[in-house]
């Protein structure tokens, strides 16, 4: 009798336990990817290192799981019209095997038009077929770039061919992100996640420069209500670490793809990284806005001139609020709590200094320098 109670109990609470596997890209996916630092200079032997690093500088641990393999890694196909490497990755099945025995997960990149952006071998009319391979290596991310597509589609296509092979990926069975490159074309987040698409680029190429980070991720705004978990606005990769910002300005960059609930994928040489680089790319208390579970991506709330206040709603009734100094002078910033919809005191914690500011009423303001970023969450 005892027996049959305990078996029941264990019946009756598995009979509750979610039917569906845990949905993809729940929170933006985060990890690396090949472009920004290493453009065509990528093979099989730095993927390896990268790996290596993923895992000792703890970059793994703070949550950077995938390792995309961008543009340059196609060669021709064969006879059967699979899809071949070229010399720089000999074999992608064993490149996979050893990231994953890391505990970490590996992308890869092609386009649907016959070449890719770098002029490589591209997926048009072999798209099921591309996704068998890519499923067989064990491929856990897609990024499928447009590039050469305007070739032999028209614009109106996109949808449709963007979805072509996420149904292609999904007939696999196994568990692919797919991550839509056409640069925002046609307002891709009106259909991307129809189209399949777990992220989807809203810009063209990002440079390791201010101008080209403060354009495009300033931006963002009004694009939050196509965000939610499993399917996301990419406002394209990090820079953080490459050389061409400050480390004012590289936090600022990392602070603002945070409250815009983006994809982080590094794009730095994380087997060399400084200090300040670690500490920027794994400060915890910033990742956590990112990846809030809530899924919701951040806003402007008030803006005087190049001073702008952002604000990202967060599970638990918190908020996360962004301070961002666009000009070139410090300025002082003020966040009032009206326009979070909030009244009375809040307690407010600096994020990048990892300090309480205690219990503020109506309103927090902070000196912020040139470029620079307060990062705060508000509970
Ligand atoms: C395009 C994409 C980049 C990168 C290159 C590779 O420019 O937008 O992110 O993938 O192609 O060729």
Redesign the pocket.
């Known amino acids: 009798m005892k027996r049959y109670l305990w078996s029941a109990a264990v019946c009756a609470l598995l009979s509750h336990a979610p039917a569906v596997a845990q949905e993809l890209a729940a929170t933006p996916p985060m990890g690396w990817n090949s472009?920004n630092h290493f453009a065509a200079k990528i093979d099989d032997k730095t993927v390896r290192e990268i790996a290596d690093a993923l895992v000792s500088s703890g970059l793994k641990d703070a949550g950077y799981i995938y390792i995309n393999i961008?543009?340059?890694w196609e060669s021709d196909r064969d006879a059967q019209g699979n899809i071949r490497t070229n010399s720089k990755f000999p074999d992608m099945k064993a490149l996979a095997d050893y990231v994953h025995s890391k505990g970490l997960k590996i992308g890869i990149?092609s386009s649907p038009g016959p070449k890719?952006?770098?002029k490589y071998e591209g997926s048009y009319q072999h798209e099921v077929q591309d996704a068998k391979t890519y499923a067989a290596w064990g491929i856990d991310y897609l990024?499928y770039?447009w590039?050469s597509a305007g070739r032999v589609y028209q614009r109106s296509d996109m949808p449709r061919v963007y979805k072509q092979m996420s149904d292609a990926l999904k007939a696999t069975g196994r568990p692919i992100v797919y991550s839509l490159?056409q640069?925002g074309i046609d307002k891709v987040w009106e259909w991307g996640a129809e189209s399949g698409g777990n992220l989807w680029?809203t810009t063209?190429?990002i440079s390791d420069r201010w101008k080209s980070m403060d354009a495009i991720g300033f931006k963002q705004n009004g694009l939050e209500k196509f965000a939610g978990p499993g399917h996301w606005n990419d406002p394209?990769?990090l820079e953080v670490g490459n050389g061409g910002m400050t480390a004012m300005e590289y936090r600022t960059h990392m602070s603002l793809w945070c409250m815009l609930a983006a994809p982080l994928l590094a794009g730095n040489d994380v087997r060399n990284m400084s200090d300040e680089t670690k500490e920027i790319l794994m400060n915890r208390e910033v990742i956590a806005i990112d990846q809030d579970k809530l899924g919701k991506q951040g806003y402007r709330v008030a803006q005087d001139g190049t001073n702008e206040v952002w604000a990202k709603p967060l599970a638990g009734g918190e908020w996360a609020v962004g301070l961002f100094n666009r000009g070139p002078q410090t300025s002082k910033i003020t966040v009032q709590w009206k326009d979070l919809n909030l009244t009375g005191k809040h307690h407010v914690r600096d994020l990048w200094a990892h300090q309480d500011r205690g219990k503020q009423k109506d309103r927090f303001s902070a000196e912020v320098l040139s470029h620079g970023v307060v990062l705060l969450r508000v509970k």
Do not use: N, P, Q
Request: proline share 0%; charged share 40%; glycine share 6%.
């Open positions: 472009w961008d543009d340059t990149y890719t952006c770098a990024k770039d590039c490159c640069y680029r063209g190429d394209d990769m």
